[in-house]
C-alpha cells in the first residue's frame, strides 16, 4: 500500500512538473524559424573559439588539426540531433510535454538524481562562457588600440596596454544588455551578433590568405610546433584540443533555442535542419581560418588570430574585425547568459510566490524606446552575475587557457553523456545491443577527449598564472 502511495505521488509530481512545464510556455508566442535557429546557433556558437583555432591547428599540426575540427563538427551534428528530439518527451499516460531547457529535459527524462549533477555542469558551462567572452571583447578592444598605436608611431612603438579597463567597459555594458528578459525577446540581437561573426571570421580568414601570398610560401609542418620535450608538447597539444571543444557545442542552449521555434513544422525538424545549415557554415569558416592563419604565421602563430597583425595595413581593417568581434560578443554572452538568468529566477519565483521584490515588474518609459519592465530582483542578480565574470575573467586574463578548461569541462558531459542517455531512456534501448554498444563506445571516447582536454588546460592555466 506505501509503494503504491509513493508511485501515485511521485505520478502526481510529474504531472504537476509537465503541466507547469507546458502551460508556461504555451504563454508565449513562439515565431521562430529555421533562419531564427541559425542565427541564435551562429551567434552561440562562431565566437571567442574561431579566434583560438590557428592556435589549435598549429599545436596539432596540418593533419591533425583540420582533422579534428572536422571530427568535433560531426559530433556536434550528432549530438544536437539526439539532444533536439529531447524538446517534447513523450510520457505514456500524460501526453508529449515541452522541455525549453537542458535541465528540465535531463530531469523529466532521467529522474531527480541527476538535474543536480547536470545543473552544476549547466551553469559550468553558461558561466565559463561568459568569462572567456569577457577576456575576448576586452583583447580585441586592446587590439584596436594596438593597431593604431603602431600604425601611427611605427614597429618600435610603445604600445602596451592592458586589458582590466577594456573588461570593466564591456562588464558595464553587459549589465544594460543584460536587462532584456529572455531568448523570445532578442532575436534581433542575434542576427546583427550572427552577420558580426560571420564579418570577422571572413575578414580573419583573407588576412591571413593574404599574409601567406605576401610571405610567397605555406608555412607550418605535419607535427605543429616544436616543444623544448615531449611533455610539454602533449600539454600543448591537449590544451588544443580544449581549445576546439570550446569552439563547437552549444547543446548547453539548444533547447532554449528550440523553444523559440513556431510549429508545425514540428520543432525537432526545424532544429535538426538549423543545426546541419549553421555546424556546416562555421565550420568552412574554422577551417578557412584555422588553416589559413597557421600558413600565414607557421610556429609564431598567435593565441588570437586577430591579434597578430599588427603591423598590417590597411590598419582600420584590423580595426573593423575587432569592432564586430566585440559587438558579436555583446549578444553571444547574452546568449549564453539569458539561460542561467532563467533557471535562477524561476526558482526563486517558485521558492518566493508572494515577494514583490522577486514577481513584481516596474514599467519605465524611456524617450524614442519601448517602455522597459523592471524587476528589482532580476536587476539586483544579474547585475552581480555579471561583475563575477568580469572578476574573474580580470583575475585569470589567459585568453587560451580559459578557453581550454571551459571548452573541456563541458564537452562530455553536455555534448555526449547526457543526451546518449537520454536516447537511451527515450527510445528503449536495451544494453548491450549493437546500437547500445556504439553509442557507449562514441561516448567513451569522448570522455577521454574531456579528460585530456581539462589537463592540458588546467596545466597551460597555473602555468600562465605563476610564470
Known amino acids: 500500500m506505501g509503494g503504491n502511495g509513493k508511485a501515485e505521488e511521485e505520478q502526481s509530481l510529474l ?73 517534447r518527451y513523450p510520457h505514456p499516460h500524460l501526453g508529449p510535454a515541452r522541455c525549453p531547457s537542458y535541465m528540465q529535459a535531463v530531469h523529466l527524462i532521467l529522474g531527480e538524481k541527476w538535474k543536480y549533477a547536470c545543473g552544476a555542469f549547466v551553469q559550468q558551462s553558461l558561466y565559463g562562457c561568459g568569462i572567456a567572452y569577457t577576456i575576448t571583447a576586452a583583447s580585441s578592444v586592446r587590439a584596436i588600440r594596438r593597431s593604431n598605436c603602431y600604425h601611427e608611431g611605427g614597429e618600435h612603438a610603445t604600445c602596451s596596454d592592458g586589458l582590466s579597463l577594456y573588461m570593466l567597459l564591456f562588464g558595464a555594458l553587459q549589465i544594460v544588455v543584460s536587462q532584456i528578459p529572455d531568448f523570445h525577446n532578442m532575436a534581433w540581437l542575434s542576427v546583427i551578433a550572427a552577420i558580426m561573426s560571420f564579418t570577422y571570421s571572413f575578414v580573419g580568414f583573407g588576412l591571413g590568405f593574404a599574409k601567406v601570398i605576401e610571405n610567397g610560401t605555406i608555412q607550418g609542418s605535419i607535427t605543429g610546433v616544436p616543444a623544448s620535450n615531449m611533455a610539454n608538447k602533449l600539454w600543448l597539444a591537449f590544451q588544443a584540443i580544449g581549445d576546439i571543444a570550446f569552439a563547437y557545442p552549444y547543446s548547453v542552449i539548444l533547447l532554449e533555442i528550440q523553444d523559440t521555434l513556431k510549429s508545425p513544422p514540428a520543432e525537432h525538424h526545424t532544429m535538426k535542419k538549423a543545426s546541419l545549415i549553421a555546424i556546416f557554415s562555421t565550420t568552412i569558416f574554422y577551417l578557412c581560418c584555422g588553416c589559413f592563419g597557421y600558413a600565414a604565421f607557421g610556429n609564431n602563430t598567435p593565441g588570437n588570430l586577430l591579434s597578430g597583425f599588427d603591423f598590417f595595413e590597411p590598419y582600420w581593417l584590423i580595426d573593423f574585425a575587432n569592432a564586430c568581434i566585440v559587438l558579436h560578443l555583446v549578444g553571444g554572452y547574452q546568449i549564453y547568459s539569458q539561460p542561467a538568468f532563467a533557471a535562477v529566477e524561476r526558482w526563486y519565483s517558485r521558492k518566493y510566490p508572494n515577494s ?60 555526449v553523456y547526457f543526451p546518449v542517455e537520454m536516447y537511451f531512456v527515450q527510445n528503449n534501448i536495451l544494453p548491450w545491443t549493437r546500437k547500445w554498444l556504439v553509442l557507449r563506445s562514441f561516448s567513451f571516447v569522448c570522455f577521454l577527449v574531456t579528460v585530456v582536454g581539462v589537463i592540458g588546460s588546467l596545466q597551460g592555466l597555473i602555468s600562465a598564472k605563476f610564470s
Open 15 to 87: 504531472h504537476e512538473t509537465l503541466s507547469s512545464s507546458d502551460d508556461s510556455t504555451q504563454l508565449l508566442k513562439r515565431t521562430g524559424t529555421t533562419w531564427t535557429a541559425v542565427a541564435h546557433i551562429i551567434t552561440g556558437v562562431i565566437g571567442a573559439g574561431v579566434l583560438s583555432l590557428s592556435w589549435s591547428v598549429a599545436q596539432l599540426g596540418w593533419i591533425a588539426g583540420p582533422l579534428l575540427m572536422v571530427v568535433f563538427a560531426a559530433i556536434t551534428i550528432v549530438s544536437t540531433h539526439l539532444i533536439s528530439d529531447c524538446y
Open 356 to 415: 514583490g521584490f522577486v514577481n513584481s515588474f516596474y514599467c519605465l518609459k524611456v524617450p524614442f524606446l519601448p517602455t522597459l519592465q523592471l524587476n528589482s530582483f532580476r536587476l539586483c542578480f544579474r547585475t552581480t552575475y555579471v561583475v563575477s565574470t568580469t572578476g574573474i575573467a580580470m583575475l585569470f586574463p589567459y585568453f587560451n587557457e580559459v578557453l581550454g578548461v571551459s571548452g573541456a569541462l563541458s564537452f562530455w558531459p553536455m555534448a
